[in-house]
């Protein structure tokens, strides 16, 4: 079946350091991937998306990477800040035109910045 | 903020009860989506609704349904409320289906008793 999982369950890093989350995805035919983080008590927030004719993405501190070839998807934020602690996502997008854009998002990923 | 509101924020029901929640799109959004989320786990898709029309739905029972008004705005219906229900219900919206961003409101966090 379909599915968009991640690796770790819970990441947690030195304030400062650079953080990478991981993310498989089982569904070939995905063609845009979207990173959410989610605060406590609030709605998933867009951090950076990517598609599937790009294999890297930088936004400010964000960079997200793309491997089609083993279906996995990273998000790297560098230096990161106690701000950036939250649940993170990856989602798919299999979105056509004319039809629904249904994300699929996978369990989510809690990282947890330490001083 | 993304200029998606949600209400009520919370909201309590007993099991068999009905429940309306309802949601306003950014401006400018025509599409609206809604999710559920469980605790600790991540959204699933309920359905989509795409000027006025539902426009795709994800693995819900009928007793899930909604409506989208002409100013893009939305309802989420749930009747024969189940224990189960219990989660956060998200909407997002967009400018059209498709290749586009999606906007998510705060949720509304609904307890079935």
């Known amino acids: 079946g379909e599915s968009v999982g991640l690796h770790l369950p819970t990441l947690s890093v030195q304030e400062g350091d650079n953080s990478i989350i991981n993310c498989a995805y089982s569904n070939s035919a995905s063609d845009y991937f979207i990173w959410y983080k989610q605060e406590s008590g609030k709605g998933p927030q867009f951090i950076i998306d990517?598609?599937?004719?790009?294999d890297k993405r930088q936004g400010q501190r964000v960079t997200v990477l793309l491997n089609k070839t083993v279906k996995h998807l990273s998000l790297q934020i560098a230096a990161t800040q106690p701000g950036d602690s939250a649940v993170y996502f990856c989602?798919?997008?299999?979105?056509?035109?004319?039809?629904?854009?249904?994300?699929?998002f996978g369990t989510g990923t809690r990282l947890q910045v330490t001083l | 903020e993304t200029g998606v509101t949600q209400s009520p924020t919370h909201l309590i029901k007993t099991r068999g009860q009905q429940v309306t929640l309802r949601c306003s799109s950014q401006?400018?959004?025509?599409?609206v989506s809604w999710y559920q989320q469980a605790l600790g786990q991540g959204p699933q898709f309920i359905f989509q609704?795409?000027?006025?029309?539902?426009?795709g739905r994800g693995n819900f029972p009928p007793r899930f349904s909604g409506l989208q008004f002409p100013n893009y705005s939305s309802e989420l219906n749930v009747n024969a409320l189940e224990l189960d229900d219990s989660a956060l219900y998200l909407c997002?919206?967009?400018?059209?289906?498709?290749?586009?961003?999606?906007?998510f409101g705060p949720g509304t966090r609904l307890t079935v008793l």
């Open positions: 997002a919206s967009s400018f059209t289906s498709g290749y586009n961003e999606q906007f």
């Open positions: 401006s400018g959004h025509n599409t």
């Open positions: 989602a798919e997008n299999k979105a056509r035109t004319g039809t629904a854009s249904k994300l699929t």
């Open positions: 990517i598609r599937s004719n790009m």
């Open positions: 609704y795409y000027r006025e029309e539902e426009n």
